[in-house]
């Protein structure tokens, strides 16, 4: 088959990048209101319940926001996941012919697209204090960005960092989910999507292969979040 892509396409236009948040806000906003009102066994009624149990009390725009959190930060990375992951694999064919020998070896090429193309490069903390770090002074309240894709590839932590390496004894170690206290909720989610989107398309694909052409591997803009921009693949089913 021939021509089959996705393409992940962030708006240029800052007004209309203003005009989808503010939408998909509202859209949020609705959701969390009749799930106040009306709750019913599903995932938003429990977290406005939870927030309101922990509030005392439904503060909607906080609750939004969580819920709107949840679900743009579910999505975007999780794509921008299962792209770098066939990116890995049609780049590199010795990586491709194991895992499609050995579909247990599809975990192992997951936890190496999120350490090769962390999909969140950074996460922002705040210093409580004036902290001493690598010989630097940063003073209290200063925003420290930390950079997840580039730890992610230190030699000292992972040896040839660049390379999608399926037998690495430490393969789970990197920080692409964060750590600690806001650990990501959502990681056993976004890996159990990656792998069954791997079974499923390695099961029935043959010959998968990257269309140079139409392809555009440049990673989106953004300073946080890593993806190719497009990628059309071909390939024969298997029967
Ligand atoms: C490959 C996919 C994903 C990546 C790389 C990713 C990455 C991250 C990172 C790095 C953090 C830590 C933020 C911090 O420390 O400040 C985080 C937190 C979070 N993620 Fe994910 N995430 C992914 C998928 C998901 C999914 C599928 C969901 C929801 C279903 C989700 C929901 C959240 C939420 C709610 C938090 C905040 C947790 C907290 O602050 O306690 N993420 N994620």
């Known amino acids: 088959m021939d021509g089959v892509g996705i393409q992940y396409r962030p708006s240029e236009d800052i007004a209309e990048a203003q005009k989808i948040s503010q939408d998909l806000f509202d859209y949020v906003r609705g959701i969390v209101v009749d799930r106040h009102d009306n709750p019913r066994d599903d995932g938003v009624s429990e977290m406005v319940q939870a927030h309101a149990e922990l509030f005392g009390r439904l503060e909607l725009g906080k609750a939004t926001a969580d819920v709107a959190n949840m679900l743009a930060g579910g999505i975007v990375t999780t794509a921008h996941l299962i792209g770098t992951a066939m990116l890995t694999l049609v780049r590199n064919p010795n990586v491709l012919a194991a895992v499609s020998a050995d579909p247990g070896r599809i975990t192992a090429l997951i936890e190496e697209a999120l350490r090769i193309d962390a999909p969140v490069q950074y996460v922002p903390r705040w210093t409580t204090k004036q902290t001493e770090f690598g010989g630097v002074t940063i003073p209290a309240g200063a925003q420290v960005n930390l950079l997840i894709g580039a730890a992610d590839r230190d030699p000292a932590a992972f040896g040839e960092p660049d390379e ?15 750590q600690g206290i806001h650990f990501c909720v959502g990681a056993p989610l976004a890996r159990l999507e990656a792998r069954v989107a791997f079974e499923q398309l390695l099961a029935r694909l043959a010959d998968i292969r990257l269309d140079e052409q139409r392809s555009d591997v440049r990673n989106i803009d953004s300073l946080t979040f890593r993806g190719p921009r497009r990628l059309v693949l071909t390939f024969r089913g298997r029967r």
């Open 164 to 178: 999608a390496r399926l037998d690495r004894p430490n393969q789970n170690d990197h920080l692409a989910f964060g």
